[in-house]
């Protein structure tokens, strides 16, 4: 992520980030990184700007590195070892630019995730989604609908780890005015319910990132046939 850290949805950075002006973390060396490239715009050295960003773990190298970073903040060993013949993987530190936050922009990095997906036999996608601020009482809209509406299957249930589990379950389901919920969700997480994700049992708290965390899972199988369609065998086109 190129941003400096620190000025977004109130992140504080570690000494290290600070020094080096960037996100970085020790996953950064493992993961493969997806990224989309506006190049009708150049930045101050004169190349094309990098707009959207996002990481890649696959379960393979994952296991041979520590495990997942989302294991940091949900029980994820239960669900691989109910799943044993998928292959896993988890997509992390998305980051699009604030005048590049658009359906278009998110389309555009899930091109790249089904092509990368088609390439490596991925059978489920996994990982954290951010919802702006650390007060779930303030969050308790997208929070309520994402528990009444998209809840993961037991088979493929996910719960955050006790000691940071944040009840989702804020307002009943009958009082949830679905076109607000919506409406207060971002764009990522929107992106990951048209293509037909459920998320994990609670939330956690990242104060560090000043956000609050949700868990995606989304089985290849379960991709809405309409996306699918989209993305298809051409899913190549838009690469560089």
Do not use: W
């Given at each position: 992520?190129?941003?400096?850290?620190?000025?977004?949805?109130?992140?504080?950075?570690?000494?290290?980030?600070?020094?080096?002006?960037?996100?970085?973390?020790?996953?950064?060396?493992?993961?493969?990184?997806?990224?989309?490239?506006?190049h009708a715009t150049h930045g101050p050295t004169g190349k094309p700007i990098m707009v959207g960003t996002y990481r890649l773990l696959r379960q393979q190298i994952a296991e041979r590195s520590g495990g997942f970073y989302s294991a940091g903040e949900y029980d994820v060993a239960p669900l691989l070892a109910r799943h044993r013949e998928c292959r896993f993987l988890e997509l992390g530190r998305s980051c699009v630019l604030p005048a590049y936050r658009s359906k278009r922009t998110v389309e555009l990095l899930w091109h790249g995730i089904w092509t990368y997906v088609l390439h490596h036999g991925v059978d489920a996608m996994l990982g954290c989604a951010s919802l702006e601020g650390t007060d779930p009482r303030g969050l308790a809209l997208p929070l309520s609908f994402l528990h009444h509406f998209a809840p993961s299957p037991e088979d493929w249930r996910v719960r955050a780890v006790p000691s940071r589990y944040v009840e989702m379950n804020r307002i009943s389901r009958d009082h949830i005015d679905k076109k607000?919920?919506?409406?207060?969700?971002?764009?990522?997480?929107?992106?990951?319910?048209?293509?037909?994700?459920?998320?994990?049992?609670?939330?956690?708290?990242?104060?560090?990132?000043?956000?609050?965390?949700?868990?995606?899972?989304?089985?290849?199988?379960?991709?809405?046939?309409?996306?699918m369609q989209h993305f298809g065998p051409n899913a190549h086109r838009h690469a560089a």
């Open positions: 992520m190129a941003h400096p850290p620190g000025r977004e949805m109130c992140a504080v950075p570690d000494a290290g980030k600070m020094i080096a002006q960037r996100d970085i973390d020790t996953y950064d060396a493992i993961c493969d990184h997806l990224i989309v490239i506006d607000a919920a919506v409406h207060a969700l971002p764009p990522l997480v929107k992106g990951y319910l048209r293509l037909g994700a459920f998320f994990g049992d609670g939330a956690v708290i990242d104060h560090q990132f000043g956000t609050t965390d949700v868990l995606a899972i989304l089985p290849v199988s379960a991709i809405n046939t309409r996306y």
